[in-house]
């Protein structure tokens, strides 16, 4: 008989074993002369010295699997049990060349509520998980409907599940659409947060409930105004400035150099959509221009190709654009 015993480090039990741990139970009903026990961030293993390697070697390839995907699903547990799976190895090792992903995960950035799968669904939207690999500061500029802000998020609920960063920072300019922030109730982030809906219903597709509710009250997930932003230096975080085609040059400025150690910087926009008074030149437009040179910095263009809402958006979309040129 042999004994192994492994650790767990740095990743969240639950979507790693699964609830209650369905997955060890798994594995178990595959190895069932094997005594697989679950301790803490432990895993100890008795069984023949055969069996047990074959576990100590399934592990490793569901650890690899998790830091990329971010969660292990019982399907995932027959796939590799069963061969049908190789190694996935995780981003950023040096070996992404001779990574070996079924077609099914390759635009999976995780598994969100409920086992939903987050995926990249789109060119740009995959060329975008890319390019947040490569880069620290990334601009998503591009039309309405084409999945930037959703990407965005899902990209930093990623980072934070992998440990990659503390915090998730989600902030907007409070820029009146036809609308009059002034008579709405509450402060300006109470006023502010309906106009923030998309970013809320994004996170409810990928962290519980419960989960959500206490990352936010901690702060760990912060959604608040771009005003709130001044004179702080944000590190260890994952930072996503939505709306950003609303912002003047001096926020924009601010927002970027609030950037500290270890953290990153995704801005959104759609320069279609500006509601900046006429004299003020929207921030993001001049960003894009001023700092497309810049080594570490990378841009993402959405067209009416990446449009995933009704078919009707992208016609109405390519109009309007139809209109700015002609005019």
Partial sequence: MSELTITLETISLVDFLGVENQNIKKISSYFPETKIISRGNEIIIKGTSADVAKIEE????????????????????????????????????????????????????????????????????????????????????????????????????????????????????????????GFLPGDLKEKIDPYLRPVYDALDDMIDPEKLKQYIDTRIIEIAPLAYMRGRTLNNAYCILDEAQNATDAQIKMFLTRMGVNSKMLITGDTTQIDLPSYQRSGLVHAVELLRNINGIGFVFFNNDDVLRHRLVKEIVTAYENQRKGS
């Fill in 58 to 181: 399934l592990f490793r390839k569901l650890l690899e699997h998790y830091h990329k995907f971010g969660a292990v699903q019982l399907s995932d547990l027959d796939s590799f049990i069963n061969g049908r799976k190789d190694t996935v190895h995780p981003p950023g090792n040096g070996n992404e060349h001779s990574s070996q992903v079924s077609p099914e995960f390759s635009d999976l950035i995780f598994y969100g509520t409920r086992g939903i799968p987050i995926r990249a669904k789109t060119p740009n939207q995959k060329i975008l998980v890319t390019v947040c690999q490569e880069s620290d500061i990334i601009f998503a500029v591009g039309s309405a409907g084409t999945g930037k802000t959703y990407t965005a998020v899902a990209l930093a609920v990623k980072a934070l599940k992998n440990k990659e960063v503390k915090k998730i920072i989600i902030t907007r300019p409070a820029v009146e659409a036809g609308e009059n922030l």
